[in-house]
């Protein structure tokens, strides 16, 4: 089944302890992307990455860190937590076909993260 | 603030309604996408429109993009409970030219009462 997972699903952490948010998909994709979603904020991208070992910012990338070294994964590193951090998190992937865009295709998005910092 | 704005914030409307959502954007839309949320879930792909004018449709649900007004309007007919949730539309942040960078409304949340 084609599919991006996440993982953890919930995660209650504390103020300063690293943490790292996983995400994977099993479709090929080459572009992944990471966003968090806040009441009346709507979905925010964090980073985007549009192909092995090449990432850029979104919107809000402050206290984020992110790696592509595989196609498949695309981790999200939270180097020292803050409570303004407290959001769901999705993970989302899509090709990019002939046009190397990722606006261009349908954006497959994980069942999301709900962290809570402490 | 956001380069996607959605109207209405929140809608509550009786079964067999129908109703619209809009999506208007501060620069020019070169393409849209339609999402819908289960509260507190991941989000379920409904459309992507890429045309100025194009109209497409799902089941119950319709969605047009039209360029000039850098507008895009999704239409429910005859609503069910079913069709509850969050809708959230999304751009290309670049205005078709940045190859990743995505932005989303702040979403519109829908009730439907039996």
């Known amino acids: 089944e084609a599919q991006v997972t996440q993982n953890p699903r919930y995660l209650i952490t504390v103020t300063g302890k690293k943490l790292t948010v996983t995400c994977s998909q099993n479709?090929?994709?080459?572009?992944m992307s990471w966003y968090r979603q806040d009441p009346g904020l709507g979905l925010r991208q964090i980073y985007y990455?549009?192909?092995?070992?090449?990432?850029d910012k979104g919107d809000v990338p402050e206290g984020y860190k992110v790696s592509r070294k595989e196609k498949r994964n695309f981790p999200l590193i939270l180097e020292s937590p803050s409570p303004n951090q407290t959001s769901l998190y999705f993970c989302?992937?899509?090709?990019?076909?002939?046009?190397?865009?990722?606006?261009?295709?349908?954006?497959?998005f994980g069942p999301g993260t709900r962290l809570t910092v402490l | 603030s956001q380069e996607l704005e959605q109207s209405p914030q929140s809608l509550i409307v009786q079964e067999g309604k129908n109703l619209t959502i809009n999506c208007t954007s501060s620069?020019?839309?070169?393409?849209l996408y339609w999402y819908k949320q289960k509260y507190g879930e991941g989000l379920i792909f409904l459309m992507m429109l890429q045309k100025g004018g194009e109209e497409k449709s799902h089941e119950k649900i319709t969605a047009k993009l039209d360029e000039k007004k850098q507008q895009s309007s999704l239409h429910i007919t005859a609503s069910q409970p079913s069709h509850a949730g969050i809708y959230l539309c999304g751009a290309d942040r670049g205005g078709g030219t940045s190859y990743g960078k995505l932005t989303f409304g702040q979403g519109t949340i829908l009730t439907v009462h039996p």
């Open positions: 989302a992937s899509s090709t990019t076909g002939t046009s190397g865009r990722a606006f261009n295709n349908e954006q497959f």
């Open positions: 990455s549009m192909n092995v070992e090449v990432t």
């Open positions: 479709m090929n994709h080459e572009y």
């Open positions: 620069k020019t839309l070169y393409g």
